[in-house]
């Protein structure tokens, strides 16, 4: 059966089951399947041990709590018991039993599979590695939809081998461990042959040498469903935030014990673009000659001419243009590419060029028509991920709208009223002029600010937070009281901060930690006096998103704050970026700053969450866990890759090579319940 045939997941889960009081040997085994199951195919796993005393009450409870944890209709679930098994004599029934200890205690196994799987929901795979393991197969299940295999050690007469070459387990383990597998997916039928190919070619066949053990072949029975004609179990590699960056792991070898090669969608992919597998995309930015270690080294020599502000206890992002030469005409911007769907994908890497050549020193474009492209380009590719995926200001299928707040310098009236057909309000919060004044701004920088957010998130409802009319903040208590009246009176969903302080303030602090046991997600430009100020409060306080700058390409702006340690550096698309208006000449220029940087960054979040909560439809559940600070930002990992010590955003980059691997010709359904699976996946993590 083909791979587009069997059902996808967004989650698969495993519960391993032993005896506390069972001999080593059966734990070693299930350790080593935890193992793998954890990694390389990063599936959740819970490992229990039966006591002695009051077994069946212990498993009951065990069974019921996995079952009611993970008992979702497009999850796989996993049951494996490793130990003794044996037969009760009246009715056939499966029992599994302990013979350490002096009880010897048993559970009748029969039982607690049928109140498993009786009004289930989730995909089910039983394996049992015990003897007379086929005793547990049942008739009940064909009136539900989900489909339920059982893979059994031996028959219902059969021994099933403990030794560790000949068990079940251990040969399940070796099998999981083939990179062929674990990169390209598999069905159940097809590991079922591969198991009784592994016995054959390894020779554990009885002849009628005595050795009885080596002779004992496993069997796989499907348990009928009303999905008959989806029979296969579809398992794959889960898709975790940096699954995209691991190396090929030099333990994990193919069946025979030699290092496996890539599977075949690797191979394919490799020889259609020209480029390293999944599996070696790490080393992928090696091909790319901008933002190396000498690039980040040659940076002092270019004359980069930024305006410092004088050193006061508060400011506000300014935004000088800053500007220090060109880059090679090799390096122009490319038109804007359509965004990526499920008939027409690109496969190679974002803005992906040839190694060929001598590493060139990262300079800001100082040409207007080299700025408008980049910014053409890179909001028109933005533009057609959001056309794409339903998520323009005209789509339908919206639950509410998102409400953000922006704090600043208000916003230029004339700038609200070319943008009437939108849902904007706003406060002055500063002692100058009454309520009606947040409209009236003479910086820009507000109007900037709020452009951004309109182009990233046009759905949105926003709320204009004035706190100060000039570059310059005189009271941050100001930050502190628009911070609450956004929380408790407007109610937003997000805080964006194009701000920041050069020392910590507790009201401020306060505040912002008010927010975020609200769950409400709050961003913060970092600053744009480079390495010579670390980054600005509140950027820097925990639970607040941080938000670097980068160029149309990703490449760090030179401007950035170093780094934070320990912490997820964020950045995204924010220099040379076309701002409402030059204050000299009443026209759009183009300016670079961290201010612009968040604002984008903001507005792709946004939309990105209204994407998880109206098109995946994710249940509540999992949407009160990613709309949380600690949600978002494991949100936007998945929706970046490292480049130069940042973490470059952009929206397109949560396709990732795995979901194109496994989607090459499915419909726009099954990508987005692949997206679903990863953004779940994420997300257990924070459980």
């Known amino acids: 059966m083909g791979l587009s045939k069997m059902r996808r997941y967004e989650d698969v889960q495993a519960l391993?089951?032993?005896?506390?009081?069972?001999?080593?040997?059966?734990?070693?085994?299930?350790?080593?399947?935890?193992?793998?199951?954890?990694?390389?195919?990063?599936f959740g796993t819970e490992a229990i041990d039966i006591p002695s005393t009051d077994p069946e009450k212990y498993l009951d409870d065990e069974?019921?709590?996995?079952?009611?944890?993970?008992?979702?209709?497009?999850?796989?679930?996993v049951v494996y018991y490793g130990g003794h098994g044996s037969v009760l004599p009246l009715d056939?029934?499966?029992?599994?039993?302990?013979?350490?200890?002096?009880?010897?205690?048993?559970?009748?196994?029969?039982?607690?599979?049928?109140?498993?799987?009786?009004?289930?929901?989730?995909?089910?795979?039983?394996?049992?590695?015990?003897?007379?393991?086929?005793?547990?197969?049942?008739?009940?299940?064909?009136?539900?939809?989900?489909?339920?295999?059982?893979?059994?050690?031996?028959?219902?007469?059969?021994?099933?081998?403990?030794?560790d070459n000949y068990s079940l387990t251990s040969k399940l383990t070796d099998l999981l461990k083939s990179k062929d597998l674990f990169t390209?997916?598999?069905?159940?039928?097809?590991?079922?042959?591969?198991?009784?190919?592994?016995?054959?070619?390894?020779?554990?066949?009885?002849?009628?040498?005595?050795?009885?053990?080596?002779?004992?072949?496993?069997?796989?029975?499907?348990?009928?469903?009303?999905?008959?004609?989806?029979?296969?179990?579809?398992?794959?590699?889960?898709?975790?935030?940096?699954?995209?960056?691991?190396?090929?792991?030099?333990?994990?070898?193919?069946?025979?014990?030699?290092?496996?090669?890539?599977?075949?969608q690797d191979s394919e992919e490799s020889e259609a673009t020209g480029h390293q597998s999944a599996t070696h995309r790490s080393a992928s930015y090696l091909n790319?000659?901008?933002?190396?270690?000498?690039?980040?080294?040659?940076?002092?020599?270019?004359?980069?001419?930024?305006?410092?502000?004088?050193?006061?206890?508060?400011?506000?992002?300014?935004?000088?243009?800053?500007?220090?030469?060109?880059?090679?005409p090799t390096k122009g911007q490319p038109?804007?590419?359509?965004?990526?769907?499920?008939?027409?994908?690109?496969?190679?890497?974002?803005?992906?060029?040839?190694?060929?050549?001598?590493?060139?020193?990262?300079?800001m474009a100082v040409d207007k028509g080299d700025q408008e492209s980049d910014h053409r380009a890179w909001f028109q590719r933005y533009a057609s991920f959001l056309a794409k995926w339903g998520l323009t200001r005209e789509a339908k299928s919206r639950t509410r709208p998102y409400k953000i707040a922006l704090l600043g310098t208000g916003v230029d009236r004339g700038h609200v009223l070319s943008h009437d057909s939108h849902d904007i309000r706003g406060r002055n919060f500063t002692s100058e002029g009454g309520n009606e004044s947040w409209d009236q701004e003479h910086s820009g920088h507000g109007a900037s600010c709020l452009t951004m957010l309109l182009e990233t998130a046009p759905f949105a409802k926003f709320f204009i937070a004035k706190v100060t009319d000039r570059h310059r903040i005189s009271n941050a208590d100001i930050i502190a009281h628009s911070i609450e009246y956004s929380v408790k009176e407007w109610q937003v969903d997000m805080i964006v901060l194009p701000l920041g302080l050069e020392i910590h303030h507790d009201g401020v602090a306060n505040a912002i930690s008010q927010a975020i046991r609200r769950n409400i997600i709050c961003l913060a430009a970092t600053g744009n006096n480079g390495a010579n100020d670390r980054a600005s409060f509140p950027a820097r306080m925990h639970g607040v998103i941080p938000i670097f700058s980068a160029d149309s390409y990703g490449n760090p702006s030179p401007y950035n704050a170093s780094p934070m340690r320990h912490r997820k550096n964020f950045s995204t698309f924010g220099e040379n970026v076309r701002v409402w208006r030059d204050d000299r000449t009443d026209e759009p220029a183009y300016k670079s700053s961290t201010s612009f940087a968040v604002c984008i960054a903001a507005?792709?979040?946004?939309?990105?969450?209204?994407?998880?909560?109206?098109?995946?439809?994710?249940?509540?559940?999992?949407?009160?866990?990613?709309?949380?600070?600690?949600?978002?930002?494991?949100?936007?990992?998945?929706?970046?890759?490292?480049?130069?010590?940042?973490?470059?955003?952009?929206?397109?980059?949560?396709?990732?090579?795995?979901?194109?691997?496994?989607?090459?010709?499915?419909?726009?359904?099954?990508?987005?319940?692949?997206?679903?699976s990863q953004i779940v996946m994420a997300l257990r993590h924070l459980r």
């Open 288 to 328: 790319i000659t901008t933002n190396t270690e000498r690039d980040l080294m040659n940076r002092r020599d270019s004359a980069v001419d930024i305006q410092s502000p004088g050193i006061r206890p508060a400011y506000v992002d300014t935004w000088p243009n800053m500007v220090t030469g060109t880059a090679p």
């Open 184 to 264: 390209a997916g598999f069905g159940t039928s097809y590991l079922y042959n591969r198991l009784v190919h592994y016995q054959k070619i390894k020779g554990q066949v009885c002849l009628g040498d005595g050795e009885d053990e080596r002779g004992v072949s496993p069997l796989r029975l499907v348990l009928l469903s009303r999905r008959e004609q989806v029979r296969d179990l579809h398992i794959c590699r889960r898709i975790v935030p940096d699954s995209d960056d691991e190396e090929a792991d030099p333990e994990i070898t193919d069946a025979t014990g030699h290092e496996s090669k890539p599977g075949k």
């Open 63 to 77: 069974i019921r709590k996995f079952r009611d944890a993970h008992d979702k209709e497009q999850n796989l679930l």
């Open 92 to 163: 056939g029934q499966l029992i599994i039993k302990c013979f350490g200890g002096a009880q010897q205690p048993y559970v009748e196994w029969n039982a607690r599979q049928k109140s498993f799987l009786k009004g289930s929901k989730a995909d089910t795979l039983i394996i049992l590695d015990c003897c007379h393991a086929a005793s547990a197969i049942e008739s009940i299940y064909c009136d539900q939809d989900n489909v339920v295999e059982l893979l059994a050690a031996c028959s219902i007469e059969g021994k099933a081998p403990l030794r």
């Open 16 to 42: 391993l089951i032993c005896w506390k009081d069972a001999i080593q040997t059966f734990k070693d085994q299930r350790t080593d399947l935890q193992r793998v199951l954890t990694s390389p195919y990063n």
């Open 335 to 363: 038109a804007a590419r359509a965004a990526l769907n499920p008939s027409q994908v690109e496969r190679s890497a974002f803005y992906r060029e040839s190694a060929e050549g001598r590493p060139w020193v990262r300079k």
């Open 603 to 676: 507005g792709m979040l946004a939309a990105m969450l209204a994407f998880a909560r109206d098109s995946l439809q994710l249940d509540q559940r999992d949407w009160n866990t990613l709309h949380t600070p600690a949600g978002a930002e494991k949100y936007l990992e998945l929706m970046s890759t490292s480049r130069g010590g940042y973490e470059y955003v952009a929206p397109w980059l949560l396709i990732s090579n795995e979901i194109l691997m496994e989607n090459k010709s499915e419909s726009e359904a099954d990508f987005k319940n692949a997206i679903k």
